[in-house]
């Protein structure tokens, strides 16, 4: 999440006309983006946290793109699409907001004393007593010609002082935060809303062990999901509804065996890794019948045969994944102890 791009887009987007779902879809990408403005939500996700429609969001994109405001870089894996890489226009960006802080109103008076000009200094001087205004010498500050001393003034809302306890829990929850950067590959920024939820279940009593623990779960359950990777950021990962869940399963996962963590995957010792984009491209031509261009594997070949006994084609549609998953993730492993033997 890029504080500074959101604040970009709050500040200059409407002043430079952008405005309704355009604005709508550049304040998501922005919040999903880097400093140096790269995102890559899916348009199913943008479409659902903004409340439009699918080709809503890509005719945005398309005006924004065309407009210089973005560019977007389409990605494919094999045979399957990836969502695509978006690149924010940060110096457009960044005048437009700078156009924004330009225009805003310097003084109070500005508009009320804007035709004042007009007036001769005897109207002028008619007028301010039919108001019953004094005009302070100092141009319009009052606390000038005040006699209380400007010193006094004190704003009743000073921070308080953090207690120790306090200090520690933040300096805890920016351990938390560091370690989901380092495990997830983000880079969120030391932030109120990155924080936050972090330090909220310190203070309900989960410790910081535990939070890693299912930092290091929910990167295992989703890390390799781009659609689901909003659901690693600090502020959905640690929220009170979910997180005591994600927690529960993160313990199961551990004493099941906790599996080692080696070039960003996670592998237990003797696992087979799965080659997600060959097994969900040979998943699509056993529902859809189409032959492959090129012979299949003898594990699709297997995966297939055990898939037809166990008449996948005949269940509904997540449920048929993920026994295709499963089905496909055993035959490999058997595969792996033959060769082995």
């Not at 430079?16 to 550049?26: D, H, N, P, Y």
Request: charged fraction near 30%; aromatic fraction near 8%.
């Amino acid at each position: 999440m890029s504080v500074k791009l959101s604040a970009y887009v709050w500040d200059g987007l409407a002043q430079a006309g952008v405005k309704g779902t355009q604005l709508l879809v550049m304040l998501r990408l922005a919040d999903f983006s880097s400093d140096e403005g790269t995102c890559y939500p899916g348009i199913e996700t943008i479409a659902r946290q903004i409340g439009a429609g699918r080709s809503t969001v890509i005719t945005a994109i398309t005006q924004l793109q065309k407009d210089g405001w973005l560019s977007r870089e389409e990605r494919r894996k094999g045979n399957r699409n990836k969502t695509n890489l978006y690149y924010l226009n940060v110096q457009k960006l960044r005048e437009a907001a700078a156009g924004f802080y330009s225009d805003s109103p310097v003084s109070e008076y500005s508009e009320s004393e804007r035709s004042k000009p007009e007036y001769s200094k005897s109207e002028r001087s008619e007028n301010d007593k039919n108001t019953g205004f004094d005009r302070p010498e100092s141009g319009g500050d009052p606390l000038v010609n005040s006699k209380q001393d400007p010193s006094d003034n004190k704003t009743s809302c000073q921070p308080a002082a953090q207690t120790d306890a306090e200090v520690e829990i933040t300096d805890q929850a920016r351990q938390v935060l560091n370690y989901l950067n380092l495990v997830t590959g983000s880079r969120y920024q030391v932030s109120k809303s990155s924080l936050d939820n972090i330090r909220a279940r310190l203070r309900e009593g989960f410790s910081p062990e535990e939070q890693q623990l299912t930092v290091d779960y929910m990167h295992a359950k989703w890390g390799g999901d781009l659609e689901m990777a909003e659901y690693l950021r600090p502020s959905t990962l640690f929220q009170p509804s979910k997180f005591p869940g994600y927690l529960e399963g993160a313990n199961a996962w551990n004493r099941a065996g906790r599996p080692a963590r080696k070039n960003g995957k996670w592998e237990r010792e003797g696992e087979v890794a799965v080659d997600a984009a060959e097994r969900d491209a040979a998943y699509r031509r056993f529902i859809s019948g189409v032959a492959a261009t090129k012979a299949p594997s003898a594990l699709e070949k297997t995966v297939c045969a055990e898939a037809s006994k166990a008449n996948i084609r005949s269940m509904r549609a997540d449920f048929a994944i993920s026994q295709w998953a499963k089905i496909w993730k055993e035959c490999a492993q058997r595969q792996q102890g033959v060769k082995a033997a």
